[in-house]
């Protein structure tokens, strides 16, 4: 049952096909175009690395290649987003195991007042700099008190408000009942604004202003 | 009944839970309660911060941009399958499999061991397999189990029972003794064999002097280096001259069975079985000396029986036979022949007249090997061996399939934990 460029309708890649456990076949380079923006997301919010992210991708995809045939064929976003969210689960407790000093400008040790800006802050052409930086300091700020949550509120809050799951699915993803999704989102949110408010970004004059 | 709800004078406020304000903003509150929901936000400012700022914060969320990867993840060739090899078949068991084996190795070895003790596996003469049950387990060595069987040897014949037994408990004090004993013999030492002797055995100086003390060691050297192979001890070697004047007397034919001996100091133990019955020749002199000698020759193994009464034959009909001087005297009578052709018995020793002892001696077999001459206490033994063994492989097979269970328990606890 291997397929061609043509049934797949890939383009620009090499054709990859893999088979779920009902024995339908796909492209895994298709898939992997489809969902690598949003799967790279995900791990850079949970891990407030993004080259680590590149890696947490990188190694879930190639075990979701080799366990492809696990698949049942349901939800593959999903899928695929609970493998990259064990991936970096698993980085996270390595990385406590084994603490280093952060590198990375979304958050700056204690000496890194004014780290380099990552390709994802640079100013566009539309924004005069200071909404450049106030931009930039936002994220940092957002990306600091999502890395103040508790694991699993970070995730369900990541997968629920910034890549727009719903609850069903993302208690498919988490493995967990729809109550303890809700509960567990409810709680990050609060622990985010509570978070957001120390460190004053979340005023109301602040919050109200149109971006 | 009234309700909270419906209660006109709601003196205290409730602040609304944050995940009632989540799910206020998702849009899926309904109805009633989402009437009661908003009248309590119009009352309090408190709810209504709230809520704004849970607002600002999933509109915050929402509104993070999205970061693009650097390149892309598409993959240019099939990445390789990872050689997982086959876990073998001992690896792919079960954790509980390897609990199971090690709980039924662990009951085969109680229910053998219990029925060991309480004597069900070697049914047989009660006193024979009692007391080596009792001095089997004290010593655990090939020499006491030897020197147990010399006990029950003199247990059986009643006449010798008391002191040899009592002297047995030590088997040093009586190797000891022996060549004192020996001494006031009529027997002739020659010590020009001695040195010759001494040189076939490693450890020449204990045996030299043991031959010049012991008139009992007039050995036909050609004789004593065969056994000098088998012996790795010569220490054993010593104790058996000075305590068996039978043995040293016909070396090729004490000899021999030594081979089927690990541990020396079981020729002592035959060395006692001597002794126990020469403390019989007061009363039957003639018969009961060369039973003596025989039983001492026979007595370190009797597997090889069959070997040594050939042996004995031969040295009876080579040697002029001394008849004995002081039968009287607890010390067999003994002459070495002066030449150095043959080793001398003294006494012819006729197998056919001690049918007493050769039964002892064979009752006191310590091999498990069913001889083809084994008797009753032979195969008592032999079959309690037997059963020893299978406790030991049944307590083995435990260990090891508790160790594996053990392994395989702490492998799966870390990997569940890994998992999770």
């Known amino acids: 049952m291997a397929g061609t460029a043509e049934t797949f309708g890939c383009a620009g890649h090499r054709t990859l096909p893999v088979h779920d456990r009902s024995g339908r076949s796909s492209c895994y380079n298709c898939i992997i175009e489809n969902c690598q923006t949003r799967l790279y997301n995900l791990a850079g919010r949970m891990l407030g690395d993004w080259a680590l992210a590149e890696d947490a991708v990188q190694e879930s995809l190639l075990s979701g290649y080799r366990g492809f045939g696990q698949f049942r064929g349901d939800n593959l976003q999903a899928w695929l987003t609970r493998i990259v969210a064990n991936t970096c689960r698993d980085m996270i407790r390595a990385r406590r195991a084994r603490p280093t000093v952060p590198l990375d400008p979304l958050s700056p040790g204690p000496d890194q007042q004014d780290p380099l800006p990552s390709a994802a802050d640079l100013p566009s052409t539309l924004e005069s700099p200071e909404e450049y930086a106030e931009r930039r300091e936002l994220n940092r700020a957002i990306q600091a008190a999502l890395d103040s949550l508790a694991e699993e509120r970070r995730l369900a809050v990541l997968l629920v408000d910034v890549q727009g799951l719903s609850y069903e699915e993302t208690a498919q993803v988490m493995k967990c009942s729809l109550g303890t999704v809700k509960s567990r989102v409810s709680r990050g949110r609060r622990d985010l604004r509570d978070s957001l408010q120390r460190s004053g970004e979340l005023l109301p004059s602040r919050f109200r202003h149109d971006y | ?420």
């Open chain 2, 1 to 420: 009944m009234i309700t909270k709800a419906m209660w006109p004078f709601n003196v205290r406020h409730r602040h609304l839970s944050a995940e009632t304000l989540s799910e206020h903003l998702e849009g899926r509150i309904h109805g009633s309660a989402l009437a009661r929901l908003e009248r309590s936000l119009a009352q309090c400012d408190v709810c209504r911060e709230d809520l704004d700022s849970l607002r600002a914060t999933v509109a915050l969320l929402g509104q993070l941009p999205a970061e693009v990867p650097a390149g892309s993840f598409v993959m240019a060739a099939p990445p390789p399958q990872p050689a997982r090899p086959r876990p073998s078949p001992l690896a792919r068991a079960s954790t509980w499999a390897y609990a199971g084996a090690a709980s039924v190795a662990a009951i085969l070895l109680t229910v053998l061991a219990t029925a060991d003790a309480t004597g069900l596996l070697a049914p047989g003469p009660a006193t024979d397999s009692g007391q080596l049950a009792t001095v089997f387990e004290e010593s655990g060595s090939m020499a006491d189990y030897d020197s147990a069987a010399a006990v029950s040897l003199a247990t059986t014949e009643p006449i010798a029972a008391i002191e040899p037994v009592e002297a047995l408990d030590d088997s040093e004090a009586m190797a000891d003794s022996g060549p004192a004993d020996i001494a006031d013999g009529p027997v002739q030492s020659e010590p020009t064999a001695a040195p010759e002797l001494a040189s076939a055995f490693e450890d020449s100086e204990v045996l030299s002097t043991s031959a010049e003390a012991s008139p009992a060691a007039t050995v036909e050297p050609a004789a004593a280096l065969e056994p000098a192979e088998a012996f790795d001890d010569s220490e054993a070697m010593t104790a058996s001259a000075e305590a068996s004047p039978a043995a040293a007397a016909e070396p090729a034919a004490a000899m021999e069975p030594a081979e089927a001996f690990d541990d020396s100091e079981a020729m002592t133990a035959s060395a006692e079985a001597a002794d126990v019955v020469r403390s019989q020749a007061p009363e039957e002199p003639e018969p009961t000396v060369e039973a003596a000698s025989e039983g001492a020759m026979e007595e370190p193994s009797p597997t090889a029986v069959g070997q040594v009464s050939p042996a004995v034959a031969d040295a009876a009909d080579a040697v002029d036979p001394t008849p004995t001087e002081a039968p009287a005297t607890p010390s067999p009578a003994y002459q070495a022949s002066p030449t150095p052709g043959a080793a001398v018995a003294g006494p012819v020793p006729d197998l056919a007249q001690a049918p007493v002892m050769e039964a002892e001696i064979e009752a006191a077999a310590p091999t498990a090997e069913p001889a083809p001459s084994s008797g009753p206490g032979k195969q008592d033994r032999g079959t309690a061996l037997y059963w020893r063994i299978l406790e030991g492989i049944a307590g083995t097979l435990a260990l090891i399939f508790l160790a594996a269970f053990a392994v395989k328990w702490r492998a799966s606890r870390v990997n569940g934990a890994a998992r999770s």
